[in-house]
């Protein structure tokens, strides 16, 4: 049978199912990617047993049928030379002939008849909630550079999604920091309902999603999250673990409020921490009265440098990681940042003058080695 479509589509179509290959796993099956010939249409489909993703595009077809395909063709179709390929498929033995002008490729697939299954619910539009893709990239972007990496906690592995009363609040920490945010729509009516998704898999939906405001509808059960947008489906397992209750750890009224300029505020920040070193990568913050002053010293040398804030409350003098902090003012967009400090000892809040529904925590550093 023959297959003849566009080469850029059927390359950006390998590529978005590409994000959900396994990168090691003990069922090989599922290092290929499953394509299903429609009349008009091409089917791709990966998972990794944790989530898949699915997609379809356009295609002349002159039978139906199934095949998996060897992930190289991702790497074949992106050097492609022409702008239609042309595929063919023995099903005798799943040969896959790849052609376009000069250029021939000989490829073997394999039948998909073991291929796995997976059971992810479903996304009826009709019955789903939904954000633009940019305003949902955005809500995940704020949060997910807090969820831990550490293997050894693994309900801070994840995102919590809380849907109650109209408003959809995400939390990330790996208890040294905290991010919140909350977002509501006047469309939406939420059932009260939490989900605890891997960040791991969000971190791939972030590279899916473009700042467009193209619907992206979502639903969720006890055990899956899904998120669909045109052609695209996107699922994943949920963590089991419980997420603790974060809300005691946030002080309700500050000490000491700044407000300082955020750009300048990241390049100061950015310069101190070339010489900041050690796990903490510690700097340290001074303020007095109108005047910010970040330090740092260590075995590389030390470097001194004074911003003007507007400061409401007691003067402060705290270390903390520098990365910690470049990590929030990196993703707020607006022109000036509030941060909030409880005492020397407290914990340090970032909050955002347009944005109630933003809240970043980080710790100071007890003590600096």
Known sequence: MRITTNSSQFYESLETVEKALPVRTTVPLIN?????????????????????????????????????????????????????????????????????????????????????????????ENESYSAGRGSLKNMIRSVIFAASTEETRPAFNGVLFNFSDGKLTLTASDTYRLAIKETSHSDWSFEEQKCLVPARVLRELLRLLDDSEEKVFFNMDSRSIAFKCGDMYFASRLLEEKYPDVSGVIPKSYETRIMIDRKTFEDTISRAALLAQGK???????????????????????????LPVEQNGEDIDLFVNSRFVLDVLRIIEEDKVIIDFHGNGGPIIFRMENDPGYLYLVLPIKKFN
Do not use: C
């Open 32 to 124: 290929n990617i499953f394509m299903q010939i429609k009349e008009d249409r091409l089917v791709f489909s990966t998972t990794n047993l944790e989530m898949t993703i699915n997609t379809s595009m356009e295609s002349k077809n002159d039978e139906t049928g199934d095949i998996l395909l060897p992930a190289k063709i991702i790497d074949i179709m992106r050097y492609f030379p022409t702008p239609e390929v042309n595929i063919d498929v023995n099903w005798d033995n799943f040969r896959i002939d790849v052609s376009g002008g000069s250029a021939h490729f000989h490829l073997y697939g394999a039948d998909p008849q073991d291929y796995p299954s997976t059971s992810f619910i479903e996304v009826n």
């Open 280 to 306: 903490n990568q510690a700097v340290n913050l001074v303020s007095t009265d109108s005047n910010l002053e970040t330090k740092v010293a260590s075995q590389l040398g030390s470097m001194e440098e004074s």
